[in-house]
C-alpha cells in the first residue's frame, strides 16, 4: 500500500478526519485533529518521498475495546511524526516528545511547529541536554500520569520504543512503552517501524539529511502485543520520587524495585525484538 498526500483545506483544520472507510470501522470512533494533521502532512511532505505501507491488516487484530500504545522505531527524528501521519486516519493520536520542545528557549524552532500543530497534541518526556549538547532522557514516573489521562480519554499514544538513534541503527529498548501500557490492563500495544530508504545515514546526528534527500520510507505495522502483568509496578514510582526526595528506601522497597525493573526490561526486550523483526538487518542495532 502506498500513500498519496490528502489534500486538507485550511478551513477545517480543526476538524477531525473521516473517509468514507471510517463508517464501516467500529473503532475508534474520533480520528486525529485535522490541525495535527495538516502539520504532519507538511512535514511528510518536506522530508519524506514515497510512503508504503505494510502490515496494516494488523491493525483489525486489536482486541475490541483495548486502550491503544503505538510503539515506534526512533531511527530518525522522522519516525515518530511519519508513523502518526500514516495511523492518523485510524486513530486519534496524540504524540510522545522532548520536555526541551516545549521550551521556546530551548529549541525555538521545534517549539514553534508544535504550536502551530497544537501543543495538546503532545505530551512531553523529561530530557536534559549534556555539556556536548546531546539531549539524553531521563525516565520520570511523573511524566506517565498525563499519558495515562489520554488514554483514558480516548487518545492513542505514540511514544518510541528506544532513545534516539545518533548511529541510525535500533538502541537498547527503553521501559517507556511498557510501562504505559503495565499501568493499563486493557491496553494493547501495536509496534510500527519505519524504514528510511536514504542513500546516507538519517539519524539525531543529521537531522536535517531527511529534508535534504526526501528518501522513500517503509512503514511496518506489526502485530498487536499485550504486555504481561508487572507486580509491584508502584514500587518504581515510589522509590523514585524518594530518590528525588533524598528520602530512605527500605530494603523491600530496594527487593521489589530492581524485580519490578526487570520485568519491565523483558517486556521490553520482546517488544524490541518484534520491531527488529520489522527493520532491515543493517539498522537492527543491538538486536541483529
Known amino acids: ?80 511524526p511519519l508513523v502518526a501521519y500514516v495511523l492518523g486516519n485510524d486513530f486519534n493520536i496524540a504524540l510522545t516528545n522532548q520536555s526541551v520542545h516545549h521550551s521556546f528557549k530551548e529549541e525555538p524552532s521545534t517549539n514553534i511547529g508544535l504550536r502551530l500543530a497544537g501543543k495538546d497534541n503532545f505530551i512531553p518526556f523529561d530530557y536534559q541536554k549534556d555539556n556536548s549538547g546531546k539531549k539524553n532522557p531521563k525516565f520520570n514516573p511523573e511524566n506517565f500520569v498525563p499519558m495515562k489521562a489520554a488514554l483514558d480519554d480516548g487518545k492513542t499514544m505514540v511514544i518510541a520504543a528506544h532513545n534516539p538513534s545518533y548511529e541510525g541503527k535500533l538502541e537498547k529498548g527503553g521501559y517507556g512503552a511498557v510501562y504505559l501500557a503495565s499501568l493499563d490492563p486493557d491496553s494493547v500495544i501495536l509496534p510500527v517501524a519505519v524504514n528510511l530508504k536514504s542513500k546516507k545515514s538519517i539519524s539525531a546526528k543529521n537531522p536535517l539529511q531527511a529534508m535534504i534527500e526526501r528518501p522513500d520510507a517503509e512503514v511496518t505495522i506489526g502485530e498487536p502485543l499485550i504486555v504481561g502483568e508487572i507486580p509491584n509496578l508502584q514500587t518504581i514510582a515510589t522509590v523514585m520520587a524518594k530518590r528525588k526526595n533524598k528520602e530512605s528506601i527500605t530494603s523491600e522497597e530496594r527487593q521489589k524495585f530492581i524485580e519490578a525493573t526487570k520485568l519491565l526490561e523483558n517486556e521490553s526486550d520482546k517488544l524490541m525484538r518484534r520491531l527488529a523483526g520489522m527493520t532491515p538487518d543493517e539498522k537492527k542495532g543491538v538486536y541483529k
Do not use: C, W, Y
Not at 42 to 69: C, F, M, R, T
Open 1 to 80: 500500500m502506498s500513500i498519496e498526500f490528502p489534500k486538507i483545506p485550511a478551513a477545517a483544520i480543526e476538524e477531525p478526519i473521516n473517509s468514507d472507510n471510517d463508517k464501516n470501522q467500529e473503532s475508534p470512533k474520533e480520528k486525529t485533529p485535522r490541525r495535527l494533521m495538516f502539520s504532519l502532512e507538511a512535514l511528510a511532505k518536506a522530508q519524506i518521498g514515497k510512503i508504503d505501507v505494510v502490515g496494516k491488516e494488523n491493525i483489525s487484530k486489536i482486541p475490541k475495546g483495548k486502550k491503544i500504545i503505538i510503539a515506534t522505531t526512533h531511527i530518525s527524528d522522522v519516525d515518530l
